[in-house]
Each structure stands twice: as structure tokens, then as C-alpha cells.
T-cell receptor, first 115, second 113 residues
């Protein structure tokens, strides 16, 4: 059974710092991995999607990497800003799922960036 | 930019009542989903829907739940005989294909009293 874990559960950094959020998954049989941002009481905003054949994806100050064989992904945030404060979720699409495309989520890392 | 729309944003219902949560997925998407997030817990998969039928459901999705695509745009989740433990945020999501980017709505917060 696929399990997704995110470390740390919470992180507090001063503005301007570069930081790394970690995600691990137990079964390497995945179609892709997606990172989301969730603001308190709000929906999930897609940040980056990495297909299983890719090693990394970049969007602005965000860079996500994927090492499928070791079951790990990282989300790198450069020059953090107070507006980056949110919970970051990673989720995988298992490949033996009949291509239904369901997502299995980690519990998230709650980031606070202090001015 | 196209988005997934959910209504209502918040619903309060009495235990034992039936509720219908509504979603309008992105128009050219073919795969539709419901997820739920109990306060402080992980986002959990409930059900996937493709080609007008359920393609996969979790063990949470028992006979109390049903989904429907009543027309070409809406996708609904019905919860019969609600229980206190059904209180959660319910998210609708859609994808163009099964392995493409998933887009989520803003959620419906269901409170059962």
C-alpha cells in the first residue's frame, strides 16, 4: 500500500532564506508526483507536476526534483517571502491504479516565513 | 484561467439529513474526483469517475455516498444520513487525462451537528 510522508511537519524561517521540503513515498510505481499549496481553510493550488520519467520541474522560485527509484522528492523554494507561508502537500499518482488518476497525499509541511 | 468550482462553500446540516455537494469541473477534463480532508488530517481519496461511471472508490466510499454527473457540466456528491464524523472539507478535482495535472476546487466545508 502506497504511503506518502512529508518531513518536517512544520518549518519556520526568516524571509529571504532558501529552503527544502521533503516528500517520500514507499512504492516507486508511480505515474507522477504533484506538489500543492494549501492556505488555511482553502483549496489546493497546484504548484508543479513531475512525470515519472522526469527528474525535475521549475516554476519561478520553485524547483521540484524526483528520484523515483529511492522514493523521494524535494521542493526547493528560493528567496522565501512571507507570502509563501502556507501548507505544502505532495501527492503521488500510483501507476497500478488502472489509470484512474487518484492521488495519495502526504500530511503536508506547514511553512511560516517571518518578515 | 479555467478552474474547478464548488458550491456551497460551507454547509451545515443536522445529523441524519442528506446533503448534495456540487462541483463544476474544468470543461475539457474527462476524469473527476472527490476527496475529503478531516480537520488536521491528510487529504483522502474518496472516488474517481470517468466515462459516466465510477472507476475507483476507496473503502471510505460506502453505500452512504453516491456520485452523479446529471448533465454535461455538473458533478455531485450525495451523502445520505449524515453522521458527525462526516464533518470535513470536501474537495472536487478534475484531470484532462488520468496522468495529467489535477486541479482542485476551493472545497465545501461540511459541518454535521
Amino acid at each position: 500500500k502506497q504511503e506518502v510522508t512529508q518531513i518536517p511537519a512544520a518549518l519556520s524561517v526568516p524571509e529571504g532564506e532558501n529552503l527544502v521540503l521533503n516528500c517520500s513515498f514507499t512504492d516507486s510505481a508511480i505515474y507522477n508526483l504533484q506538489w500543492f499549496r494549501q492556505d488555511p481553510g482553502k483549496g489546493l493550488t497546484s504548484l508543479l507536476l513531475i512525470q515519472s520519467s522526469q527528474r525535475e520541474q521549475t516554476s519561478g522560485r520553485l524547483n521540484a526534483s524526483l528520484d523515483k527509484s529511492s522514493g523521494r522528492s524535494t521542493l526547493y523554494i528560493a528567496a522565501s517571502q512571507p507570502g509563501d507561508s502556507a501548507t505544502y502537500l505532495c501527492a503521488v499518482t500510483p501507476s497500478p491504479s488502472g489509470n484512474t488518476g487518484k492521488l495519495i497525499f502526504g500530511q503536508g509541511t506547514t511553512l511560516q516565513v517571518k518578515p | 484561467e479555467p478552474e474547478v468550482t464548488q458550491t456551497p462553500s460551507h454547509q451545515v446540516t443536522q445529523m441524519g439529513q442528506e446533503v448534495i455537494l456540487r462541483c463544476v469541473p474544468i470543461s475539457n477534463h474527462l476524469y473527476f474526483y472527490w476527496y475529503r480532508q478531516i480537520l488536521g488530517q491528510k487529504v483522502e481519496f474518496l472516488v474517481s469517475f470517468y466515462n459516466n461511471e465510477i472507476s475507483e472508490k476507496s473503502e471510505i466510499f460506502d453505500d452512504q455516498f453516491s456520485v452523479e454527473r446529471p448533465d454535461g457540466s455538473n458533478f455531485t456528491l450525495k451523502i445520505r444520513s449524515t453522521k458527525l464524523e462526516d464533518s470535513a472539507m470536501y474537495f472536487c478535482a478534475s484531470r484532462k487525462e488520468g496522468n495529467t495535472e489535477a486541479f482542485f476546487g476551493q472545497g465545501t466545508r461540511l459541518t454535521v451537528v
